[in-house]
């Protein structure tokens, strides 16, 4: 293909043919559809999955890899559920999951390149998270997201971002403790009485 029928995607920076583009909008109807209203609380992943199942939004009928931990750290069951019921459940729950490239990246990038991508990107996910998600609170989930840590908390996003240092699932396969972590920080407190 061309260099010249390349375009820089907005949702993760790297040059895209026409099949990426159209995924990303496949991807971005899945994730518009179960939006909330008032977004409680935006959980923050470093990179889309690459697989459908992993993808919390998709109409793939299994929850598998981020989408299932996802799922086990807020406690939404999907056993015996269709898909669109659990995400309408996560939904009402008043959470959100999104990346800060929105979409997976081809398998010969390298980490290194990864992290200039994300580290691109972070400043457009900044302006999405203030301008348009406008969350109560943002939680940022994978270890992709460590090097960009001190700079989400040196913005002023209008929301408190947690955890204060680090990030709730360090790994692919999170313990118990870090899914507890998780579920602990999704708690809402009640605002004070006038």
Known sequence: MP??????????????????ISRRLERLAWTTRF?????????????APINNSDFLYS??????????????AVQVSAAGKSPESVQTEFQKLGLMLTHVLECPLDETVSPTQAQTLLAKQHPIAITRI?????????????????????QFHNVALGCPILPT???????????ESDLQALRTALVIVPAPAA
């Open 165 to 175: 240092s680090g990030v709730f699932l360090p790994t692919s396969t999170p313990s």
């Open 3 to 20: 260099p010249s029928t390349l375009l820089s995607c907005d949702g993760c920076g790297q040059l895209a043919d026409s099949v990426h």
């Open 130 to 150: 203030r301008r348009s998600l406008k969350p109560k609170r943002l939680l940022l989930l994978s270890a992709e997201l460590l090097p960009l840590v001190e």
């Open 59 to 72: 109409a793939n009928e299994s929850f598998r890899g981020e989408a299932a931990t996802i799922l086990q």
């Open 35 to 47: 939006r909330p209203l008032h977004i409680q609380a935006l959980l923050l992943s470093g990179i």
